[in-house]
């Protein structure tokens, strides 16, 4: 595993080794779009890596805003990660059920609120079930602990920052969102939130940079993927998808290919169509 990857990912072989260490904790960010009917904290419940806490994005999140799982204040996150125990100086492994879709939105807002020893698990819960297959049930609980939040505005882009790049290119907008869903072919999975994109966007679809096992895909496969889609990696890039969660995966890919240069737009196209933005169906 490369440098910029081990900072990233952790193995199951490394995850099964350290999950008795006092300083780790590791969550479970299983998240599920409703049309899925799927439930994350229930899958949680039901079968679990042992010791995982469970995450939810959608309580760890802005209580007083419409659109979804928006970033919360620092103050309320440290509140809501001291009441699951996590504290300061710990290292956190992040995992989901499908591999790689969840998790990364998990990774960033731990990043985005000051923590750097923040790590996800290689291939997520697939891939532990196939290397490992210890699992437990049930929820679980530790003591609450110190945590502070050190926010970091640099790693988020608003509703300003996206129709300045849009208007003037300081920086390019990639949609992370499946190319039907960015073409405006398919529909949206929110209800009253139409389909299509900004004008101007670039489209990665987040599928493309991940394989169906549910690993990130390799440096010269990112690399590719992205650049195929006219995205120059040279320049600022401001990550988007539907509301905020597969957009971090390609905030993901640009750690791991050394791009410093990218915020994520944590509204994303929830709130740019409801803001009333310019939408554009088609190539």
């Given at each position: 595993m490369s440098d910029k990857r081990s900072c990233c990912f952790v193995t199951s072989?490394?995850?099964?080794?350290?999950?008795?260490?006092?300083?780790?904790?590791?969550?479970?960010?299983?998240?599920?779009?409703?049309?899925?009917?799927?439930?994350g904290h229930a899958e949680y419940l039901e079968e679990h890596i042992p010791g995982a806490l469970y995450f939810d994005i959608d309580d760890v999140a802005d209580a007083d805003t419409t659109l979804p799982h928006m970033l919360p204040r620092p103050e309320v996150f440290s509140s809501k990660m001291r009441k699951l125990g996590i504290g300061d100086g710990q290292k956190i492994i992040v995992y989901d059920g499908n591999g790689l879709v969840s998790a990364p939105?998990?990774?960033?807002?731990?990043?985005?609120?000051?923590?750097?020893?923040v790590a996800i698990l290689e291939g997520g819960l697939l891939k532990w079930d196939d290397d490992q297959g210890r699992f437990e049930s049930g929820a679980e609980t530790r003591t609450e602990r110190h945590f502070t939040s050190r926010f970091n505005a640099g790693m988020v882009a608003d509703l300003d920052d996206v129709h300045r790049a849009l208007a003037t290119g300081s920086a390019q907008v990639v949609d992370t969102r499946s190319e039907g869903r960015f073409l405006?072919?398919?529909?949206?999975?929110?209800?009253?939130?139409?389909s299509g994109h900004m004008p101007g966007a670039f489209n990665v679809p987040f599928t493309d940079l991940v394989t169906p096992m549910g690993c990130l895909r390799s440096d010269e496969e990112l690399r590719a993927a992205i650049e195929k889609a006219?995205?120059?990696?040279?320049?600022?890039?401001?990550?988007?998808?539907?509301?905020?969660?597969?957009?971090?995966?390609?905030?993901?890919?640009?750690?791991?290919?050394?791009?410093?240069?990218?915020?994520?737009?944590?509204?994303?196209?929830?709130?740019?169509?409801?803001?009333?933005?310019?939408?554009?169906?088609?190539p």
């Open positions: 072989e490394w995850l099964a080794a350290h999950l008795d260490a006092p300083d780790v904790v590791v969550l479970d960010a299983s998240w599920y779009l409703e049309i899925t009917k799927r439930d939105r998990v990774w960033w807002t731990f990043r985005t609120m000051g923590v750097t020893d405006g072919e398919k529909p949206e999975p929110r209800e009253g939130v139409p006219g995205v120059d990696l040279s320049k600022p890039i401001i990550c988007s998808c539907g509301s905020g969660v597969t957009a971090a995966v390609l905030t993901l890919a640009l750690s791991v290919l050394g791009h410093r240069d990218n915020t994520l737009y944590d509204g994303s196209w929830t709130e740019w169509v409801r803001a009333g933005g310019e939408r554009v169906v088609g």
